[in-house]
């Protein structure tokens, strides 16, 4: 009777341009068979300069490779059924300058969005209605409600994000870091389905 081997494809993993691919970069091994060692080390593939950004590796193609070798083995798939290469080429140092452009623009397109929003529900008017309503007078800038009003504003956005710059406030995911996962598994989905050799139709025939 021939010994299972359980392969358990990692969804997505980095590596460095020209690296020859082996079976534990792209999957994890679960078998009591004398050869895990071995099969760890098996080359699967090798990225070249035809590979740009990513390489989709089906499990289909990894179980076929393997069968041709260890044919003395029986291997089961556990989990997906591919793993997304994404390919790292030389790194480059980030440009201060661009990285300062940036940040001014974020910031003052940030301020706008937050000046115009306040202006179109006419939030000085509410503050003057709301001082005139506790304290029985007229004062066009009731600085006790601004003030507060404007640390809260601040607080409340780190809150929402729960970050304080590269620290997180608690366990919890922002509403940001939601949107990216999602976005994330759409792009791996469509990378899965349009960069798989084995849903090309030269591939097929």
Known sequence: ????????????????????????DIAYLSTASPLKDELEKTPIYRITKKDLNVVIVDSFLVIDHLNTHYRELEFQIVGPSHTIIRIQ????????????IVWLLLFIGTAMTIINFHYDV???????????????????????IQIPYSFGL????LLFFNHW????INEEPSPLEVEIFNYQQSMDQYLA???????DDKYLR
């Open 1 to 24: 009777m021939s010994e299972i081997v359980y392969l358990r494809m990692k969804k997505s993993i980095e590596l460095s341009y020209l690296k020859k691919v082996s079976l534990k």
């Open 89 to 100: 080429k030389t790194k480059k140092s980030p440009n201060i300058m661009i990285t300062a």
């Open 122 to 144: 006419s939030m000085q008017e509410v503050q003057q209605k709301l001082h005139y309503l506790l304290t029985g007078e007229h004062n066009p800038y009731p600085l006790w």
């Open 154 to 157: 601040g607080i409340g956005m």
């Open 165 to 168: 710059f590269r620290k997180r």
């Open 193 to 199: 389905y349009y960069e798989n050799t084995l849903n």
